[in-house]
């Protein structure tokens, strides 16, 4: 899959899926199931880490979780979330950083949060020929500057704000834009009016694509989910059953048993005696 061929699929009528990824085996899985995009998301900082927000996840994170993705040569699109200060210090240390995604966690392209104040470091990144997924409404590492998580564009001048800057990012030259927690119908308008796709994660069916994050999709997180995701498995339950039988059967001695167990070539006395 590559950025181009994910605007041949909008340009067909053909739904973009995409999840995120954090590591080699969820890169695996996610290949084999035919996603399109794999997005190794700072969302890592709450879903992996544990933390309350995204603000603390580091470059050098965004690299190792990206490097351990890329490595499963999944036949999605790799792409690499900059996480919050590392776009926000002027151009010059955002290309660096961005980088660092391709060079270093080998992905293909990066995404990064944020509209019209954000259009220098896009320009930047594009010229230095780092494909760009935008992403806009609801950015999680604008949370203290928004007043928390909340649904973004509901009235008229936010609408229009998020619009316009939409349709600018496509003349900048991203490939696509994440729309993230607005209403529907303004992500239809969006998506009519873009030739590049638009990937919704709480924004509708009306987008071109669709993202969620795996742990929630496959249920194997117990935090409070937004009403946007649909959990298509109980995974936890799966783990939890699991763990709890190999507890019992530590216990019992009934785990290991001798075909899980190594024979010595010969009698162990010759070895002591
Ligand atoms: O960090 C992330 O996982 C994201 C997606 C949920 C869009 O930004």
């Given at each position: 899959?590559?950025?181009l061929?994910?605007?041949?699929?909008?340009?067909?009528?053909?739904?973009?899926?995409?999840?995120?990824?954090?590591?080699?085996?969820?890169?695996?899985?996610?290949?084999?199931?035919?996603?399109?995009?794999?997005?190794?998301?700072?969302?890592?900082?709450?879903?992996?880490?544990?933390?309350?927000?995204?603000l603390k996840?580091?470059?050098?994170?965004?690299?190792?979780?990206?490097?351990?993705v890329?490595?499963?040569?999944?036949?999605?699109?790799?792409?690499?979330?900059?996480?919050?200060?590392?776009?926000?210090a002027?151009?010059?240390?955002?290309?660096?950083?961005?980088?660092?995604c391709?060079?270093?966690?080998?992905?293909?392209?990066?995404?990064?949060?944020?509209?019209?104040?954000?259009?220098?470091?896009?320009?930047a990144?594009l010229?230095?020929?780092?494909p760009?997924?935008?992403?806009?409404?609801l950015?999680?590492?604008?949370?203290?500057?928004?007043?928390?998580f909340?649904?973004?564009g509901?009235?008229?001048?936010?609408?229009?704000?998020?619009?316009?800057?939409?349709?600018?990012?496509?003349?900048?030259?991203?490939?696509a834009?994440?729309?993230?927690?607005?209403?529907?119908?303004?992500?239809?308008?969006?998506?009519?009016?873009?030739?590049?796709?638009?990937?919704?994660?709480?924004?509708?069916?009306?987008?071109d694509?669709?993202?969620l994050?795996?742990?929630?999709?496959?249920?194997?997180?117990?935090?409070?989910?937004?009403?946007?995701?649909?959990r298509?498995?109980d995974?936890?339950?799966?783990?939890?059953?699991?763990?709890r039988?190999?507890?019992?059967?530590?216990?019992?001695?009934?785990?290991?048993?001798?075909?899980e167990?190594?024979?010595?070539?010969?009698?162990?006395?010759?070895?002591?005696?």
């Amino acid at each position: 899959m590559t950025a181009l061929a994910l605007g041949q699929k909008k340009a067909r009528g053909e739904k973009i899926a995409a999840v995120t990824a954090y590591d080699f085996p969820t890169a695996r899985l996610a290949s084999e199931a035919g996603i399109d995009l794999i997005l190794v998301g700072d969302s890592l900082g709450m879903v992996l880490q544990g933390r309350e927000n995204t603000l603390k996840v580091s470059m050098d994170e965004m690299v190792y979780h990206t490097s351990m993705v890329s490595r499963a040569r999944p036949r999605s699109l790799v792409v690499s979330d900059m996480p919050y200060g590392s776009f926000h210090a002027g151009v010059g240390p955002s290309v660096e950083n961005a980088c660092r995604c391709l060079k270093e966690g080998g992905a293909e392209a990066v995404k990064l949060e944020g509209g019209r104040k954000r259009f220098p470091v896009i320009e930047a990144l594009l010229d230095a020929e780092v494909p760009v997924l935008a992403h806009l409404g609801l950015t999680p590492q604008s949370v203290h500057a928004l007043g928390g998580f909340k649904v973004q564009g509901k009235l008229k001048e936010k609408a229009r704000e998020i619009f316009q800057d939409a349709l600018d990012l496509e003349k900048l030259g991203v490939f696509a834009v994440v729309l993230e927690s607005i209403p529907m119908e303004l992500a239809g308008r969006i998506s009519a009016a873009l030739r590049i796709p638009t990937i919704g994660i709480g924004a509708g069916p009306l987008c071109d694509g669709q993202v969620l994050v795996l742990h929630d999709l496959v249920g194997l997180t117990d935090l409070h989910l937004p009403r946007f995701v649909r959990r298509y498995a109980d995974s936890r339950s799966l783990w939890l059953d699991a763990l709890r039988r190999f507890v019992a059967d530590v216990g019992s001695g009934a785990f290991p048993a001798e075909k899980e167990s190594y024979h010595l070539e010969r009698d162990i006395e010759e070895f002591f005696r």
